[in-house]
């Protein structure tokens, strides 16, 4: 069965490729960074010793080049009628950090929470469209799996036990997402042709500052950059 | 009042009776049973605090597919626990049971001054018991913060809580027609000659008790009120202005305060306790002269002492407030309430404790029981002397302490006297006498238990531990030292759960036990005992309405033949 | 049997059951509203400011509701008095009348409620509309009980003059004095509420 499941998918790959193509780029941000805050961990001696120099806030992660990580970038308004991913998103909470900080997942696909740390997290996301969920993750409780239903602008999911932990969630009812990596780089695969507008998030920027762009995508491949500025003082 | 001797059906003769003694009856066995639900709750939570986050044995499929339970769930089970075990457990088995059952037939009336609105008290405790526990099925599980239910988490809890407070409404509403019946008929039916000074103290306890819910409930019920429209209605009685909540600042208007539900709910709260342990004091007594042989040691002390206990109860809630930053002038005038209202509960111990000294004791399992009460009750109230006083309680506010400070009191205390007085007036309702063995066991080992699940909790509150804290105190440094307390307790309370068997047993196999319908094996004074068949007439009580000419205890009179004297022998 | 005293008073004591009752009821109403003035009480000293009634609630409505339930009052106590004095039609009447003032009460309230809703004016809005809406809410299910009692005594009810006589004027008095109570609730709510 899974045999040939695989190569039908494999075959509906190969002919989409025919008439998609990927839309890839880097997101820069221009103008001088804000500091990173530290992030103080004296609460909870684990989470303490599980760094060995100070973890910083990762609500703005820039590199020397200006490049800028943790962006979400998506397509505005696609209608997708494809599956929708058994594969699972991870979310982990690993040196009371959330790994990924920020993530893209479409309604329905299973999100499996993991807790990596030697003490109790509580994952607490706080969807205004999706239920809001709550509940404890104890140091036993290695893995949970959840989803959501409804796609959903960009929520916050933090932890009751553990203050600085902060992680963004953006649901979609389409697979047409990305997230940029350190160097700013995201790559969506398999855009069928035809113009779009394409939305990036930052955090620090907030939901407020998007930044919006047209794209078009014609077989093969297209280049979408954003640049974020450091808003001028009025 | 109409006569339903004409057409009784199964319906009306069981379901919808409007006769005390049933009505007492299904009371009991209503309370009996939450009481064990409450127990069952406590005894998972134990689990978790004696072995944390590791997966519950033989039941923890209910808590979900890890078999966990987790934090949240503690909570719930916590806040259940303490409000099903008092309002649904201790307080309908004391004033709801033993008061509706024997109030009548100890003042030598047919029935309660309102038998119709006594059968609708009952159905709506009935009704709100059963909505309360509706909230474990709720979205967010049941009501999760605390059975003292604060703002501001009360009010933006999950929706267990909002069921939980139309429980209690339905539930005060219960209490206020059983406390009207019971003064009513208190004042008005008893029986001629039965002086108020010739009440057995049982009946003046309830009395009292009937006074404190009447008084001291509605304040709850408004407070209630004010919390479900916070709830639902979007108002902001108790939410602060600019309150945070999950990161997010609320929209609501403010300008309300967290203190005034305080204020409110530990007005009710404060003389319900004396509600949940006078009932026992009225069993013990009882019990105790039986016992003795003897005259109680200083009744009309008794009777004043416990009046002055119901009046002094309304003007020391504010001992439950003393870290609220309520200034040293307020915090003084509670502490000297508090300290005044310890009085009368030790006159009334010392009256208990002198009622045996010289009786001829028989140390039947009633007996035991109430014997056992009085150290007990001791324990509860003389470590209460310190949370009482603001400068001690710094410390020990909301520490394990005070938990294992009321506990002696309602546990070891007040549980103890409810179970004297099920083995006391058990042939009187069902004309069969419970097996002495089986309850001498159940005794014993529920006493050493309940120490053994008790006494810790005073070390570990004198360490700092917290209470409500779902791992037991584990992630703190302080509590590290009598974190080994946790397992005692714990296996403590599952073998204390597990002596209640033997009083479960006993009942059910007494109950398939021919009547022996003797009618006053305990060869007690008081007419519910000498004036009534074992079990008492259906329709009336009494063949004959009895006449009073005595006092309650008139036990060994110089030159009487036997050793007791009914109140309704001519002197 | 017959619960003895139900009617008749018992001498020693000097009162029936159902006065006794109902005296004992009304206590508890009285903790009842007692904590919600109190709860009024502490919200506004908590607060600096607090709005004069007259900013949100009209003033001419609640003084006509107010001379309603006095009016309402007076036609209760004339029923009862028209039993004793074995009057049954006058009893009808004043009994009657009582109703139709109540159902004033309410129609007044119906109104002076829509009018703060089509101003936008909720419990949600402030704590003074909150405790305003909470306690004439009350006040109102409080009514609503009274005339519910009062309507079953003036028409099915009624029949028991002809059995019982004694009985059901007790019934009118303790109704009676239920009724004095829900307007005198009243005469404390409108001063608080309305005019300070």
């Known amino acids: ?234 | 009042m109409s006569d339903n001797h004409t057409k009784e059906t199964f319906f009306t003769k069981y379901i919808w009776s409007i006769d005390h003694k049933v009505i007492g009856i299904q009371y009991g066995i209503t309370a009996l049973l939450w009481l064990l639900v409450g127990f069952g709750l406590m005894m998972v939570m134990r689990y978790q605090l004696a072995y944390p986050d590791t997966q519950i044995p033989f039941i923890g499929w209910i808590f979900g597919e890890d078999k966990l339970l987790l934090p949240e769930k503690y909570n719930s089970l916590g806040a259940m626990h303490g409000t099903i075990m008092i309002f649904l457990g201790v307080v309908p088995l004391a004033f709801g049971a033993f008061g509706n059952y024997l109030v009548p037939l100890q003042i030598g009336a047919i029935d309660m001054a309102f038998p119709r609105l006594n059968a609708a008290s009952y159905w709506t405790y009935f009704l709100g018991s059963i909505i309360m526990v509706v909230g474990f099925f709720v979205p967010g599980g049941a009501a999760n913060s605390g059975w003292t239910s604060y703002p501001p988490l009360a009010d933006v809890a999950t929706a267990g809580q909002t069921v939980w407070l139309l429980g209690m409404v339905m539930l005060i509403t219960s209490s206020l027609l059983g406390s009207v019946n019971i003064m009513v008929t208190v004042i008005q039916l008893r029986a001629e000659g039965m002086t108020w000074f010739r009440l057995p103290i049982f009946v003046w306890t309830q009395f009292i008790t009937a006074f404190l819910l009447l008084l001291a409930f509605p304040p709850l019920e408004a407070a209630g009120i004010l919390q479900l429209m916070d709830r639902l209605a979007g108002t902001s009685f108790f939410l602060p202005t600019g309150l945070v909540v999950s990161g997010e600042v609320l929209t609501n208007a403010g300008g309300g305060s967290p203190l005034l539900w305080q204020h409110l709910f530990w007005f009710l709260a404060h003389p319900e306790v004396y509600v949940l342990i006078l009932p026992a004091f009225g069993i013990i007594s009882e019990i105790i002269a039986n016992n003795t042989r003897k005259p109680l040691s200083g009744y009309k002390s008794l009777v004043y002492a416990m009046t002055f206990l119901g009046f002094m109860s309304f003007v020391v809630w504010a001992h439950h407030m003393y870290l609220t930053g309520m200034g040293t002038t307020m915090g003084a005038f509670f502490q000297t309430t508090t300290m005044i209202i310890s009085i009368p509960s030790v006159v009334i111990l010392t009256a208990l404790l002198l009622s045996l000294w010289g009786g001829s004791i028989r140390f039947n399992t009633p007996m035991l029981f109430a014997l056992a009460f009085l150290p007990m009750f001791g324990i509860g109230g003389l470590t209460g002397l310190p949370l009482g006083l603001a400068a001690a309680d710094i410390h020990l506010h909301d520490t394990y302490y005070v938990i294992g400070h009321f506990h002696y009191v309602v546990a070891p205390g007040t549980l103890f006297a409810l179970f004297a007085g099920v083995y006391f007036w058990f042939p009187k309702v069902t004309g069969k006498s419970l097996n002495e063995s089986l309850g001498k066991l159940h005794f014993y080992f529920s006493f050493i238990f309940m120490n053994g699940v008790f006494m810790p909790m005073f070390i570990q509150g004198l360490a700092g531990v917290s209470r409500r804290l779902a791992d037991g105190g584990q992630a703190y440094a302080h509590a590290a030292d009598v974190i080994y307390l946790n397992e005692i307790m714990s296996w403590s309370a599952w073998l204390l759960g597990m002596a209640q068997l033997f009083f479960i047993a006993n009942v059910v196999l007494t109950l398939f036990k021919a009547r022996t319908g003797e009618i006053n094996p305990w060869n007690a004074t008081t007419i519910d005992w000498t004036e009534t068949s074992s079990p008492p007439l259906g329709h009336g009580n009494f063949e004959k309405i009895p006449v009073v000419y005595r006092g309650p205890y008139e036990y060994s009179v110089p030159g009487s033949k036997i050793d007791f004297t009914p109140q309704t022998e001519k002197g | 049997m017959e619960i003895p005293y139900g009617v008749k008073e018992r001498p020693d004591t000097g009162l029936n059951n159902a006065k006794l009752g109902i005296w004992l009821f009304l206590a508890s109403e009285v903790m009842l509203f007692g904590g919600l003035f109190s709860a009024y009480i502490f919200l506004r000293t908590g607060v600096d400011d607090w709005p004069m009634g007259s900013k949100y609630l009209d003033v001419k409505m609640a003084t006509l509701n107010t001379l309603f339930l006095i009016t309402s009052s007076v036609t209760m106590v004339m029923s009862w008095a028209s039993l004793k004095l074995n009057d049954f039609k006058k009893f009808k009447l004043y009994a009657g009348s009582t109703l139709l003032l109540a159902c004033g009460f309410l129609v007044i309230k119906y109104f002076e409620y829509s009018s703060k809703f089509s101003y936008s004016y909720y419990p949600s809005t402030d704590n003074f509309l909150g405790i305003y809406f909470t306690m004439t809410g009350l006040h109102v299910i409080h009514v609503i009980g009274g005339i519910a009692v009062i309507a079953f005594l003036l028409f099915p009810g009624a029949k028991m003059w002809e059995t019982d006589p004694e009985r059901f004027t007790s019934r009118i008095e303790v109704t009676g004095l239920y009724w004095h109570f829900v307007d005198l609730v009243w005469i404390f709510l409108f001063p608080v509420l309305y005019l300070l």
Not at chain 1, 25 to 36: D, E, L, R
Not at chain 1, 197 to 217: M, N
């Open chain 1, 1 to 234: 069965m899974n045999k040939l499941l695989s190569s039908i998918t494999l075959s509906f790959i190969v002919t989409g490729g025919l008439i998609a193509g990927e839309i890839t780029g880097v997101v820069k941000y221009i103008g001088k960074p804000p500091k990173a805050k530290r992030l103080r961990m004296d609460a909870d001696p684990v989470c303490a010793a599980s760094h060995q120099e100070a973890a910083k806030a990762e609500t703005f992660i820039v590199d020397a080049k200006g490049n800028l990580a943790n962006v979400i970038v998506y397509l505005k308004g696609v209608k997708y009628s494809g599956k929708t991913p058994t594969q699972p998103v991870e979310l982990d909470q690993a040196g009371c950090v959330y790994s990924p900080h920020v993530m893209g997942v479409m309604a329905g696909q299973p999100v499996k929470i993991l807790n990596s740390d030697a003490t109790m997290h509580n994952i607490h996301g706080l969807p205004k469209v999706n239920r809001e969920f709550n509940f404890g993750m104890p140091k036993t409780l290695k893995e949970k799996t959840i989803s959501f239903d409804k796609s959903e602008d960009v929520f916050v999911v933090k932890c009751d036990v553990h203050p600085w932990m902060k992680s963004f969630t953006q649901v979609f009812d389409h697979p047409y997402f990305a997230v940029t990596g350190t160097d700013g780089k995201f790559s969506i695969p398999n855009v069928p042709d035809g113009t779009y507008e394409a939305i990036a998030w930052q955090e620090r920027f907030g939901s407020k500052r998007t930044l919006s762009q047209q794209v078009t995508v014609k077989g093969g491949s297209a280049t979408l950059n954003f640049n974020f500025e450091r808003p001028k003082k009025k």
